[in-house]
């Protein structure tokens, strides 16, 4: 059972920058594989990026790369997502989840078939103006 909470939303000007956090409890310390998701009102859920905890590799999807960093504290139960140069289109509800996958599998792979587990958190809206 685990819960992860989704916060650091809030609406920005294109062009803005806002930084995420998600803090994770319950029993955690298996997960291995982090991601950040996102869905906007009649869009499909899409990853926006992911990191292993294990050894510190990251991707980023290509809508947000050279924009968006994820990354984890030293305790590994805290996610953050960095968000430079939004765009109107980043509007969305951005969700976080983690789960525990065997070493060595693409983290794009397993970012774009993983469905968003609802318990987990409902996220944090993100809104940026034109």
């Known amino acids: 059972q685990v819960q992860m909470v989704a916060s650091g939303g809030g609406s920005v000007q294109a062009g803005g920058s806002l930084r995420l956090s998600c803090v994770a409890s319950?029993?955690?310390?298996?997960?291995?594989?982090w991601a950040w998701f996102r869905q906007a009102p009649g869009k499909e859920h899409e990853g926006v990026a992911a990191i292993n905890s294990v050894t510190g590799s990251t991707h980023s999807a290509d809508a947000v790369a050279g924009r968006f960093t994820i990354s984890q504290n030293n305790a590994k139960n805290t996610l953050y997502l960095q968000m430079n140069s939004l765009k109107p289109e980043d509007s969305a509800v951005y969700y976080c989840?983690?789960?525990?996958?065997?070493?060595?599998?693409?983290?794009?792979?397993?970012?774009?078939?993983?469905?968003?587990?609802?318990?987990w958190g409902q996220g944090t809206q993100v809104t940026v103006s034109s």
């Open positions: 989840a983690a789960d525990e996958v065997v070493e060595g599998v693409l983290l794009e792979h397993w970012m774009e078939g993983r469905s968003v587990e609802s318990s």
């Open positions: 319950g029993s955690f310390a298996s997960k291995n594989y």
